[in-house]
């Protein structure tokens, strides 16, 4: 039986002879239904009608889907001396791309941001031996393909190894994350965060919403939360959820500049 993905964000579902009633991502507030109506790929038609793509952003290697695919995130490759951690995660795996990353050293584990960049997160764990994924435990109900190998942490931060620890924000989602990665970024430290904290198009900057495509800001609050969160952290790069979505440097002033300007904005 074909194991389905959403065409609108990318989440994929367990196998079943036919495809989901609806899909519990778009139906929520943050995201959307296809306006052509709720829309589903197999696996098989994923991988025909398109590619898996990979190249370095800003120093770590990345891996993306062409022709663009639904929310259109890329993965990231932390790389670490016995592996290499994937930073969120994209709908599809391919021969070529385990290969790739087998090159790197392989896949030590997956951690992911929040449900929209879960995507095929089972699929890249059993390509590697079934490796743990890391999805925080608020989020469970998000949860679109059940597998063993998914480790819902829980509480504020979670640590991989020495230089990588998972930091629980909230903000997008209850279970929203970050990864601070602190050799990154030259032994700067570096910030990983998906959308949790958007990189602007100046990519001087960030901001923060419950809902991007509906157009739902956060609360005050909630932004407070997610600087006292990363606050104590020493970061000098933010890498965002797509390619080149990155603040390269000075990013911990340009993100307390950021949660002041937006507190400003929201606030008047």
């Known amino acids: 039986m074909p194991l389905w993905t959403c ?43 398109h590619k898996l793509v990979w190249r370095d952003d800003l120093g770590i290697p990345g891996i993306g889907v062409e022709p663009g695919f639904a929310i259109g995130q890329r993965a990231l490759l932390v790389p670490e001396a016995d592996g290499c951690v994937m930073w969120d995660c994209v709908p599809l795996v391919s021969r070529e791309a385990i290969d790739y990353v087998r090159s790197l050293g392989g896949l030590k584990a997956i951690a992911v941001s929040h449900p929209h960049y879960y995507g095929a997160v ?35 931060s979670h640590r991989l190894s020495d230089d990588i620890v998972l930091v629980r924000t909230a903000g997008h989602f209850a279970g929203g994350t970050v990864m601070h990665w602190r050799a990154g970024a030259e032994g700067r430290g570096a910030l990983l965060t998906g959308d949790v904290a958007m990189v602007a198009g100046d990519r001087r900057s960030v901001s923060f919403m419950y809902s991007f495509p509906n157009y739902i800001p956060l609360n005050a609050t909630a932004v407070r939360r997610i600087w006292a969160a990363v606050e104590p952290l020493a970061f ?22 950021s949660v002041r300007r937006y507190i400003a904005a929201i606030s008047g």
């Not at 764990?125 to 998914?150: M, W």
């Open 122 to 156: 089972a699929d890249w764990s059993e390509a590697f031996g079934g490796v743990p994924v890391y999805l925080h435990g608020d989020d469970r109900a998000h949860v679109t393909r059940p597998h063993p190998a998914i480790v819902p942490w829980t509480g504020d």
């Open 7 to 49: 065409e609108q964000c990318g989440a994929q579902f367990p196998e079943n002879a036919e495809p989901p009633q609806a899909c519990l991502i778009c139906e929520d507030e943050r995201q959307f239904v296809n306006w052509k109506g709720q829309a589903w790929l197999t696996r098989e038609e994923l991988a025909k009608n």
């Open 236 to 257: 000098d790069r933010i890498y965002g959820a797509w390619w080149g979505r990155n603040v390269a440097d000075n990013a911990r002033a340009a993100f307390e500049m």
